[in-house]
Each structure stands twice: as structure tokens, then as C-alpha cells.
Antibody
Framework: EVQLVESGGGLVKPGGSLRLSCAAS????????MNWVRQAPGKGLEWVSS????????YYADSVKGRFTISRDNAKNSLYLQMNSLRAEDTAVYYC??????????????WGQGTTVTVSS | DIQMTQSPSSLSASVGDRVTITCRAS??????LAWYQQKPGKVPKLLIY???TLQSGVPSRFSGSGSGTDFTLTISSLQPEDVATYYC?????????FGGGTKVEIK
């Protein structure tokens, strides 16, 4: 069974930093691209970032480009999101998600339960 | 960047009604379109991909159609358990843009 478990969320002041982690199990992590998707309170889904299986290709939404860094450690079956220069509008539940298949840019079948990030003074 | 626009933003229908949600892409995306269902307090669930392919385990009352820029999600007979917000998403590139969502309620 595919499992994705996020951690690292919390309360941080504007301008601060936070590192999210996603522990994956139940599949060959190194074969799949991975994604971060967020959802602000009462709002819709927003794709944040994706990383290819070997970390060769990395993409970001314009709203986080230059502030967030996605990475992965295939030896540890883990996905990360380093978030710097945080703003109030980054407040959201952050989901780790995996695609239906291992190829390029798949629709997202497996989702973690999410970790909550609150940016407030 | 390609924008995804859903309509309506919300709707209310009776049990047994046929419900249709529309998603429009600002540029053509072939059939690289997925639909998700998110029930209150729950994680999003993939319903349909490739515009019309039902994900395994999804009830057959859900169907999708369209290609290019205009897409539709149809619930043939609305059930109480279908109360949720529905999102479309394009995946023709690595930028996986979502639509704004359509909230479906029971009248």
C-alpha cells in the first residue's frame, strides 16, 4: 500500500523558514516523480512544485519560485520542501503527492494527509 | 501559463439529478485533463484522467468528456455521498495547474 506521510509543519513568523518532509513507502520511490500541492484555508488546490525521479528536472509555481526549494533523497525514500522568506499567503495545508504512473507529469493518485503551515506574527 | 477556469463555482441539485461541471483551458491541452473530488476535511481523490478515463474504483455515474480547451465532468445521478468540491487539473506539462473548484451541494 502506498503511504505518504508529511511532517515539519508549524507556526512561523513572516520572513522565516521551514522544511517540510514527506516519507514514502509501499512503492519504488526512486522511480516516480513527486509533487507538493497546497491548500490555503477555505481555498482551492494549488500545485507548488514537482521533482523528477532522479532530481534532474525541477519545477515551481510562480508564486513560490525563488523562495522554495524541492529536493529528494531516494536512499531515504523522502521528499522535502525547503520554504524560505515565508509570507502570510503561504499559510496552507501542504500535501505530498505521487502520480498514477512513473512517467512525465502524471495526474496525482496518491496523496498524504497533509501538514499545516501557518505564517503569522 | 495556461489557466484553468471552472464553472459554476457552486451548485445545488437534488438527489438523482444529472450534474454537469465545466472546465476550460486558456490554451489547448489535448486530453491531458484530470478531475478530482475533495470531500469536506478529506484529501483530494482522483476521479478521472485523460479527460474520460475513470480511475479504478470510481462509480460509473461519474464520467468525463472533452478535448482541446473544453471539458466536462458529469454525475449522471447525484447521490448524497457526492457532496464535495470538484477540481479539474491539466497535466500536459510539468506545471500541474488546477481549476478554482466547483462546490456541489444537495438541495
Amino acid at each position: 500500500e502506498v503511504q505518504l506521510v508529511e511532517s515539519g509543519g508549524g507556526l512561523v513568523k513572516p520572513g522565516g523558514s521551514l522544511r517540510l518532509s514527506c516519507a514514502a513507502s509501499g512503492f519504488t520511490f526512486s522511480s516516480y516523480s513527486m509533487n507538493w500541492v497546497r491548500q490555503a484555508p477555505g481555498k482551492g488546490l494549488e500545485w507548488v512544485s514537482s521533482i523528477s525521479s532522479s532530481s534532474s528536472y525541477i519545477y515551481y509555481a510562480d508564486s513560490v519560485k525563488g523562495r522554495f526549494t524541492i529536493s529528494r533523497d531516494n536512499a531515504k525514500n523522502s521528499l522535502y520542501l525547503q520554504m524560505n522568506s515565508l509570507r502570510a499567503e503561504d499559510t496552507a495545508v501542504y500535501y505530498c503527492a505521487r502520480g498514477v504512473w512513473s512517467g512525465y507529469s502524471p495526474p496525482l493518485l496518491h496523496w498524504g494527509q497533509g501538514t499545516t503551515v501557518t505564517v503569522s506574527s | 501559463d495556461i489557466q484553468m477556469t471552472q464553472s459554476p463555482s457552486s451548485l445545488s441539485a437534488s438527489v438523482g439529478d444529472r450534474v454537469t461541471i465545466t472546465c476550460r483551458a486558456s490554451q489547448g491541452i489535448s486530453n491531458y485533463l484530470a478531475w478530482y473530488q475533495q470531500k469536506p476535511g478529506k484529501v483530494p481523490k482522483l476521479l478521472i484522467y485523460a479527460a474520460s478515463t475513470l480511475q479504478s474504483g470510481v462509480p460509473s455515474r461519474f464520467s468525463g468528456s472533452g478535448s482541446g480547451t473544453d471539458f466536462t465532468l458529469t454525475i449522471s445521478s447525484l447521490q448524497p455521498e457526492d457532496v464535495a468540491t470538484y477540481y479539474c487539473q491539466k497535466y500536459n506539462s510539468a506545471l500541474l495547474t488546477f481549476g478554482g473548484g466547483t462546490k456541489v451541494e444537495i438541495k
